[in-house]
């Protein structure tokens, strides 16, 4: 073999497990006074989507889903480094994953039309990587148009200009 690791479905169901776990004690114990659970929703070969759920899980998604790509964040950090297994975890709730698509969706469609019609380039705020990846898809769709991103984290944005 050539020195790399090669992930064994046991590496993967371990860190699924270690995922679900930490988003469950999360649940459990930082916020012992909320209606709160978490429950894998999404398994995947190459990711997981977990979602918090209860009366008070809009709470844990913060402004623009901040909260949600932190936990993300943390887990990541702790449930990759051990092993040699690495999964792409999302963590998702009162189903803002969808809704942001949808309105990203809207807004690429929307917009990608008004370049379309006017020949002017539409510059959006600064997105996310992943909200980033939602419009260049969603553009990559429609003929006649192209999209690029510019800046630097995290105020990286995206410019939809005509092809």
Do not use: C, W
Not at 81 to 98: C, H, P, S, T, V
């Amino acid at each position: 073999m050539n020195g790399s690791m090669v992930n064994t479905n046991n590496d993967i169901e371990a860190v699924k497990e270690k995922t679900r776990q930490f988003a469950e004690d999360l649940a459990a114990s930082a916020a012992p006074d909320l209606d709160l659970s978490a429950r894998m929703t999404v398994e995947e070969p190459e990711g997981i989507t977990i979602a918090f759920e209860g009366a008070d899980a809009p709470y844990m998604v913060g402004r623009n889903g901040q909260i949600l790509d932190a936990i993300g964040f943390i887990a990541g950090q702790i449930i990759n480094r051990r092993g040699n297994a690495r999964l792409r975890i999302l963590f998702d709730a009162d189903n803002y994953r969808q809704k942001r698509e949808e309105t990203l969706t809207k807004l690429a469609t929307e917009l990608g039309e008004q370049v379309l019609a006017t020949g002017q380039e539409a510059v959006l705020d600064p997105l996310s990587p992943m909200e980033r990846r939602i419009i260049h898809n969603i553009i990559a769709e429609m003929p006649g148009l192209q999209t690029y991103s510019e800046g630097m984290e995290p105020d990286r944005y995206i410019i939809i200009s005509p092809a």
